[in-house]
């Protein structure tokens, strides 16, 4: 029967790592890694601090909540002035790119109003429930200022009937007071 062959040096290497060397640099250790001979040390000294940790209140989970909830009521602003450039951007022809900025500066707004309170229900307490209904009334105005920025590009494109001309369809024909006979 034939031996398989020995394993390379970095396999057994791999299977078996060099024991912990000590530093020997003067450096000391950033605060949060400690060294190998104290970690035992640190780890008994951190579980003693976290038994000792309160847990923290009604009012300040509260106060956390809506703070939260403002980031969220608050995201869709944030986003605005780079759909704004991508919609500059892209131009007002009738292009596929257009389209889908057009497209998406719609559906985002109208999915985010309609799913508002999603949203925000993991923000909702008992407690601070009239807080939280002005964060979202906030957050659906913020929406829809991102729909206005989508109604802008409509407009720039030319798909808006907000001219004389793209109403021509339900315009009377205008009656002639006078009539001319062209002369011989």
């Known amino acids: 029967m034939s031996k ?9 290497e791999l299977s078996n790592p060099p024991p912990y060397k000590a530093k020997q640099n003067s450096f000391p250790d950033p605060p949060g890694f400690p060294t190998s001979q104290t970690s ?6 951190k579980a003693s601090q976290l038994a000792q940790r309160t847990p923290p209140t009604q009012e300040e989970m509260d106060t956390l909540k809506l703070k939260k909830a ?10 605005l002035p780079m759909t704004g450039l991508m919609m500059y951007m892209s131009g007002n022809s009738l292009q596929i790119f257009s389209i889908m900025m057009v497209f998406m500066a719609f559906k985002n707004p109208i999915m985010g109003i309609l799913a ?17 209904l002005q964060v979202k009334v906030i957050y659906v105005i913020m ?9 802008w590009k409509v407009n720039g494109m030319g798909l808006l009937p907000t001219t004389r001309s793209d109403w021509l369809a339900w315009e009377a024909q205008r009656e ?9």
């Open 116 to 132: 508002t309170n999603q949203a925000f229900e993991k923000f909702e307490s008992d407690t601070n429930k009239g807080k939280v």
């Open 143 to 151: 929406q829809l200022v991102a729909l206005a920025l989508g109604v």
């Open 70 to 79: 403002w980031e969220v009521a608050l995201a869709p602003i944030k986003s």
């Open 4 to 12: 398989s062959p020995p394993s390379p040096a970095w396999a057994i």
């Open 40 to 45: 035992s040390k640190k780890k008994d000294s």
């Open 176 to 184: 002639a007071v006078e009539h001319a006979v062209v002369g011989l």
